[in-house]
């Protein structure tokens, strides 16, 4: 079964910066669309940003558009949020999740792909907490 572990997650003033990691194990990671989702207290969980396999194609929710970057390193097994001018708003738990595998490595990704359904595999998640 596929294993996916995220780390990076801490506490940060406003405006500060963190970056994600997720490491995959037990699939062929290059064949999985990837997306990171983010959970807070009382709130459904959201769908924050996402890439597809090949890495050529990513998509953001607008509440992060231009402040927070997704990639990764095929080579490495990892994926990657890169998290800027953070809010407090942005405190939640966040997990990466695995969409696969695809044939299509390659397609434009789309709102959809902020769909938590389309998922299959899922970290245990990390607490990021922004706070002065």
């Known amino acids: 079964r596929a294993q996916l572990m995220e780390s990076g997650g801490g506490s940060v003033q406003p405006g500060g910066s963190l970056t994600l990691s997720c490491l995959v194990s037990?699939?062929?990671?290059?064949?999985?669309?990837m997306g990171w989702f983010r959970q807070a207290p009382g709130k459904e969980r959201e769908g924050v940003a996402a890439i597809n396999g090949g890495g050529t194609s990513t998509y953001y929710a607008d509440s992060v558009k231009g402040r927070f970057t997704v990639s990764r390193d095929n080579a490495r097994n990892t994926l990657y949020l890169q998290m800027n001018d953070l809010k407090p708003e942005d405190t939640a738990v966040y997990s990466c999740a695995a969409n696969g595998p695809k044939w299509d490595t390659t397609p434009t990704m789309t709102f959809t792909s902020l769909s938590a359904a389309k998922y299959d595999y899922w970290g245990q998640g990390t607490q990021v907490t922004v706070s002065s």
């Open positions: 037990d699939l062929t990671y290059s064949e999985y669309h």
